[in-house]
Nanobody, 124 residues
Framework: QVQLVESGGGLVQAGGSLRLSCAAS????????MGWFRQAPGTEREFVAA????????YYSDSVKGRFTISRDNAKNTVYLQMNSLKPADTAVYYC?????????????????WGQGTQVTVSS
């Protein structure tokens, strides 16, 4: 089992920044691929970013590339999502997810464990 708890969401003006954190416990965190997804009301959950277990490989959706940065600290069992130049279109509930496999995927179905989500609201 892996337990994931997100934090760091909130209300920010367009152009501002937020840093989300996801604290993991349970199974060995350092061997998991970790991902961030988001879901706005009335839409499907969409991929935002993912990172390999070593942190050496990262993937981003086209909509956030160049603005968001995913990172991890295996010593702290934590993965981060630094979000800069935020736009109203980034408003959503952001979810952290863990994939027990070693291949990074953009598909929500590939991730076995999910956090409860944290709300990010960007005002114009």
């Amino acid at each position: 089992q892996v337990q994931l708890v997100e934090s760091g969401g909130g209300l920010v003006q367009a152009g501002g920044s937020l840093r989300l954190s996801c604290a993991a416990s349970g199974r060995t965190f350092s061997r998991n691929v970790m991902g961030w997804f988001r879901q706005a009301p009335g839409t499907e959950r969409e991929f935002v970013a993912a990172i390999s277990w070593s942190g050496g490989t990262t993937y981003y959706s086209d909509s956030v590339k160049g603005r968001f940065t995913i990172s991890r600290d295996n010593a702290k069992n934590t993965v981060y999502l630094q979000m800069n130049s935020l736009k109203p279109a980034d408003t959503a509930v952001y979810y952290c997810a863990a994939d027990l496999g070693s291949v990074i995927s953009r598909r929500p179905g590939a991730y076995e464990y999910w956090g409860q989500g944290t709300q990010v609201t960007v005002s114009s």
